[in-house]
């Protein structure tokens, strides 16, 4: 048996991963993260788009480069390799074409419906709609921190502040060993009227103390992995 939370059961005891093996999908948890570390031994460079105010369009110029978009930004990102995601409903907001160009997706096991935990995010509805979409590649599914039973099956990405934190926290604890800088774009700078570039929409409140919090946890995680990075 699961656990319960509100007296529902998650069922988390007995996860079987073939229910979700497709040839062109795979899905990674902590057994097989070493397929996605092995995809990286040639990249040094990483971007992470975030939908503030500084967001732009960066074209990669080296094989040694990887960029990653949170949300709506894979839909402006000529190049991009993977979306990353932390609510159910911004997976039904990533244009069709985008699916069939991206290689990565990273979401939570249980994605936040209203920006909460919820039993009904789990991530077989996101692989459901990515089979359809024509996504081909790897699908990594971690724990967020407001799941209130963590899998042991999934890699842990502590931070739960926000996709671009998550983002961060995945590229400095498993890709260290190869990953030299991280550009960040949209990322942690503070607009009072701009919240968001122009070319998204968006209701979180990211006042001067969240983008605080947000630049904390960056500053601190490539300083312990010795990763350097940029505010663009």
Request: aromatic fraction near 12%.
């Amino acid at each position: 048996m699961g656990d319960t939370y509100n007296n529902i059961l998650i069922d988390n005891t007995n996860i079987n991963e073939n229910s979700y093996k497709e040839i062109n999908i795979t899905i990674i948890n902590v057994n097989n993260i070493n397929l996605v570390e092995n995809d990286f031994k040639n990249i040094d460079y990483v971007r992470i788009f975030g939908k503030g105010s500084t967001f732009q369009d960066v074209k990669k110029t080296s094989d040694k480069e990887f960029n990653i978009g949170i949300n709506q930004t894979v839909n402006e990102l000529t190049d991009c390799d993977m979306l990353v995601i932390n609510d159910l409903h911004n997976i039904y907001l990533i244009k069709d074409e985008v699916f069939k160009k991206i290689k990565y997706i990273l979401t939570p096991e249980y994605l936040h419906i209203k920006k909460k935990f919820n039993i009904e995010g789990h991530f077989q509805k996101v692989y459901g709609y990515i089979k359809e979409k024509g996504f081909v590649g790897k699908y990594i599914v971690y724990n967020l921190k407001s799941n209130p039973n963590l899998n042991k099956n999934y890699i842990n990405l502590p931070s739960g502040l926000t996709s671009c934190n998550t983002a961060t926290d995945f590229v400095t604890i498993f890709l260290n060993k190869f990953i030299r800088h991280i550009s960040f774009y949209g990322v942690g700078i503070y607009h009072l009227q701009e919240k968001y570039n122009n070319k998204f929409i968006g209701n979180g409140k990211y006042d001067i103390d969240q983008i605080n919090r947000i630049n904390k946890h960056i500053d601190g995680k490539c300083k312990k992995y010795k990763i350097d990075y940029v505010m663009n």
